[in-house]
C-alpha cells in the first residue's frame, strides 16, 4: 500500500520540482495525501448539454457540442485577442482567447466538432465565452462526466498552468497510483450503525461525484470524521486532564467573600453574573481542578466575578493570579481591584516588565511568604523566581494572547495545579466554543449591568464627514472623549500607516482648538503606554489609532468611537472596538465610515451592527458571513485545525451529533485497549503528528 502521507508530491507524475515548489508555496500541500485532501468547492453538471439560442450572460457554466466555423484575430497589443465563431445550428457564440494565441489556432480546425465548456457573458450586444475548456467531441463521453470538480487556486498557479483543470488532473494521477483500497479511519460498528459511505469510496466520490445524491452521501461521511476526530481528542484530553487533577477544594465561603458581597459591592450582580458565581463556586468545590471559560459582552462585568472567586481562594487559604496581556492593562485592573475591595484586609500586588527592583523583591517575598494575596501581572509572572506560597486559582484575561505553554508555566507554580477561569469579551458562538474551547466548561454573562446605555451606532457615508466633525466637537465640549480608530491591515501595511499618518495630520488640522494622541502598532512600548496614559487621563481629547485599543484600557469618559473604512472590518472585530465606549453613564456612540460604493456582504454587516448591541449575536452572524478561520480572534487562540470540508456555521447539529458519538467511543473504550477501537485510536495518533494539524494548541 502506497504511504501517501510519506510521499512527496513532486514524484506525482504532472508534478515535478516546479510545480511542487508552487504547491507547496501556495496550498500548503507537501504530500500526496494533501492533495487526497484538497477537496474540491464546487461541481459543475457536465451531462447537460445546451443549445447556443438558450445562452444569455446570466448562466454561470455551460456545455455546447458543436463546430467553429472560422478564426479572426482583432486588437493590437494587450487588447489583441483571438474570436472563434461557434456554432452547433441554432445560433452563433463567440468564443475568444487573450493569451496562448498561437496554441491554439495550431490545436483547433475549423468544422471539427467540439464540446465547449466554459462561462457566458455578454460584450457588445453579443454572447461570448473567455478561455474556454474545447475537447473533440469524440474523445467525451457527456453521459459519463458527472459533476466536474472546481479546485481553488492561486493566480500565481493560473500563471504557472495550475488551474482547476490541472489540479484534477493530478488528483487523477493520484488515484491511478492507488491500487489498493484506501484504509478505513472509522470502526465497522460507527460505519454501520450511522450509514456511513466507506472512506475509500467517499475520497473517490468527492473528487470525482457522478451525481448529485452520492455527492451529498460523500460530504456526510468526510465531515462526519473530520469533526469526530476533532471531538474525540478534545474529549480525551479533558477527560484525561480530569483525571489526572485533582484541584484545590474551596470548601467554604468565609469573611473575605461575605464581607465584600455585603459592604463592597459596587451595585446588585445581575441574574447572569449571580448564575456564573455559582457555577464556580461548584467547580471549586469539589474534587476536580476547574477549567472554566468566562464569555461576556465588554462591560458586562466579567471582572468582578474574577475578583468574587479569588475571594473565594483567600478565605480558603490559597493565593491569585490575574494574567493580562498588557502593562497598561495591568495597571488598571490593579488599580480596579484595590479600589473595589476598600479597606479590606487583601493585599493587591503589580507585577509587569516595567517593576523596579526593589519592588519585586518586596512581591517575591510576599508571594512566598503567603502575604501577597491577589497578584495581577503580564508575562513577567510566567518566570521562574516568580514563586507562590500557595496558588490556587489563575484568572487569564483574554486567554487568545496566551498560548498553551504559558499556561501550562501556570499550572507549574504549584505541586495541584491550580483552577482556571479564562475570561474573554469576545463572544465566540456555541459551535465554535466546542471546538476551540472544547476541554473548558463554558460560563456566558449575557446580562448587562443595570444603568448601562446601550451604545448608539450608525452608518454614514464619507460625503458626510464634516457634519460627524460637528458631533464630535458637540461631545468634546460637553466634557468627553473620541477614538478615531483606521484599519491596519498585514497585506498592505505600509500604504494603512500611510492612511493613519495622513488621517492624524488632517484631524490635527480639523480640531485645532483640542489636543489628539495617536497609537499604533509600530510603536514601542513605552510609547503607546504614554500615549494611552495621556487619553486615559484625560490630556488629550481624541485618540488616533489602529485596532491596538481593540482589547485596551477602560475609559469611561470615552463617548464616541469613529471606525474609519468600516467595510474592511469583520463584524466581530467591529463590535470589540464599539466595546471601547459605552464604559461610563452617559449615552456613547459609535459611527461606521465607509465609501459609497459597497459589497452586499459589506452592507449586511454595517445593517447587523447598526442593528444589534448583542455580541453573540453578532458572532454568529460573523461566522455564517465569514467562516471560522477569518473570525477575530480565532486564529490568535490557535484554532487547533485546519478544516478541509466541514463548516461550524452550516454543520453545527453534525458537530453536536458526533459529539455524543466521541463520548460514547470513551465510555465503551476509557483506556484506548479494545480491539474494535484499534482503528480509530491509531488515526487519531497519526492526525496530531500532521503538520498541518496544530493540536499542541488544546492538548
Not at 13 to 24: C, D, F, K, M, W
Not at 604 to 633: H, Q, V, W, Y
Not at 674 to 680: A, C, H, I
Amino acid at each position: 500500500m502506497l504511504d501517501t502521507a510519506t510521499r512527496n508530491i513532486k514524484f506525482l507524475p504532472g508534478v515535478g520540482e516546479q510545480r511542487a515548489t508552487l504547491l507547496n508555496r501556495e496550498l500548503a500541500i507537501h504530500s500526496l495525501n494533501d492533495l487526497l485532501y484538497y477537496f474540491p468547492y464546487k461541481y459543475i453538471d457536465r451531462s447537460k448539454v445546451y443549445r447556443v439560442s438558450e445562452l444569455g450572460g446570466q448562466l454561470q457554466h455551460v456545455q455546447l457540442v458543436g463546430e467553429i466555423r472560422s478564426f479572426e484575430e482583432l486588437g493590437e497589443g494587450a487588447s489583441r485577442r483571438l474570436v472563434a465563431h461557434f456554432t452547433d445550428g441554432t445560433a452563433y457564440v463567440d468564443l475568444v482567447w487573450f493569451r496562448g494565441i498561437k496554441f491554439i489556432k495550431n490545436r483547433l480546425k475549423t468544422n471539427a466538432r467540439y464540446v465547449v465548456f466554459g462561462k457566458p457573458s455578454m460584450f457588445n450586444g453579443r454572447v461570448n465565452i473567455a478561455h474556454p475548456d474545447v475537447d473533440d467531441a469524440s474523445s467525451l463521453q457527456l453521459d459519463s462526466m458527472g459533476l466536474q470538480p472546481y479546485y481553488n487556486t492561486t493566480e500565481k498557479m493560473k500563471r504557472s498552468g495550475l488551474n482547476s483543470n490541472a489540479m484534477a488532473k493530478l488528483v487523477q494521477n493520484l488515484f491511478k497510483l492507488l491500487t489498493d483500497d484506501i484504509p478505513e479511519t472509522l470502526s465497522p460498528d460507527i460505519v454501520a450503525k450511522h450509514g456511513l459511505m466507506s472512506l475509500n469510496e467517499a475520497l473517490h466520490v468527492i473528487h470525482f461525484p457522478k451525481n448529485l445524491k452520492e455527492l451529498q452521501a460523500a460530504q456526510y461521511r468526510l465531515k462526519f470524521e473530520e469533526l469526530f476526530f476533532i471531538q474525540l481528542n478534545i474529549l480525551s484530553y479533558s477527560r484525561d486532564r480530569q483525571k489526572r487533577y485533582v484541584g484545590h477544594r474551596f470548601s467554604k465561603v468565609g469573611e473575605m467573600f461575605n464581607r465584600f458581597y455585603k459592604e463592597n459591592l459596587p451595585f446588585e450582580l445581575t441574574s447572569a453574573q449571580k448564575r456564573v458565581v455559582r457555577e464556580i463556586r461548584a467547580d471549586v468545590n469539589g474534587n476536580r481542578q476547574m477549567n472554566r471559560l468566562l464569555q461576556g459582552d465588554v462591560g458586562s462585568g466579567k471582572t468582578l466575578v474574577a475578583l468574587l472567586s479569588m475571594l473565594l481562594a483567600k478565605d480558603n487559604g490559597y493565593q491569585a493570579c490575574l494574567l493580562v496581556p498588557t502593562e497598561i492593562l495591568a495597571e488598571q485592573h490593579c488599580a480596579t481591584l484595590r479600589r473595589m475591595l476598600g479597606s479590606l484586609p487583601v493585599r493587591v500586588e503589580l507585577l509587569t516588565g516595567s517593576t523596579k527592583q526593589k519592588e519585586r523583591s518586596a512581591i517575591f517575598e510576599g508571594l512566598e511568604n503567603g502575604n501577597v494575596d491577589i497578584l495581577v501581572g503580564t508575562h513577567a509572572v510566567l518566570e521562574d523566581n516568580v514563586v507562590f506560597r500557595n496558588l490556587g486559582i489563575v484568572v487569564i484575561d483574554e486567554q487568545h494572547r496566551f498560548g498553551v505553554v504559558q499556561r501550562a508555566k501556570m499550572w507549574a507554580k504549584n505541586s495541584i495545579p491550580p483552577h482556571v477561569l479564562v475570561m474573554t469579551a469576545t463572544p465566540i458562538p456555541r459551535t465554535l466554543a466546542m471546538t476551540l474551547y472544547g476541554d473548558l466548561d463554558v460560563s456566558v454573562i449575557d446580562e448587562l449591568p443595570p444603568g448601562r446605555k446601550p451604545i448608539t451606532t450608525n452608518h454614514i457615508f464619507r460625503n458626510r464627514i464634516d457634519s460627524l466633525y460637528s458631533f464630535i466637537r458637540g461631545q468634546i465640549n460637553e466634557g468627553r472623549q473620541a477614538y478615531i480608530v483606521y484599519p491596519l491591515i498585514k497585506e498592505s501595511e505600509k500604504l494603512d500607516l500611510k492612511n493613519l499618518e495622513d488621517g492624524y495630520k488632517q484631524l490635527c488640522n480639523v480640531f485645532v482648538d483640542y489636543k489628539l494622541s495617536k497609537l499604533h502598532g509600530k510603536m514601542k512600548p513605552k510609547e503607546k503606554d504614554e500615549e494611552m496614559r495621556r487619553f486615559a487621563s484625560g490630556e488629550t481629547q481624541i485618540l488616533v489609532s489602529t485596532t491596538v485599543i481593540e482589547v485596551g484600557v477602560d475609559v469611561p469618559n470615552a463617548s464616541v468611537m469613529v471606525i474609519e473604512n468600516a467595510e474592511r472590518f469583520g463584524l466581530s472585530q467591529l463590535h470589540q472596538l464599539r466595546g471601547r465606549v459605552g464604559r461610563g453613564a452617559s449615552q456613547s456612540y459609535c459611527v461606521l465610515v465607509t465609501d459609497y460604493k459597497l459589497s452586499e456582504d459589506t452592507r449586511k454587516r454595517m445593517e447587523i451592527m447598526t442593528a444589534s448591541n448583542d455580541g453573540f449575536e453578532i458572532a454568529e452572524a460573523d461566522l455564517k458571513l465569514r467562516g471560522p478561520g477569518d473570525m477575530e480572534g480565532t486564529q490568535q487562540s490557535g484554532i487547533a485545525f485546519d478544516l478541509k470540508i466541514a463548516n461550524l456555521a452550516r454543520d453545527e447539529q453534525l458537530l453536536q451529533y458526533v459529539r455524543v458519538v466521541a463520548n460514547g467511543v470513551l465510555d465503551a473504550d476509557p483506556k484506548q485497549e479494545s480491539p474494535l477501537y484499534r482503528v480509530v485510536w491509531e488515526r487519531l495518533r497519526t492526525i496530531k503528528n500532521m503538520k498541518n494539524w496544530n493540536w499542541g494548541a488544546i492538548s
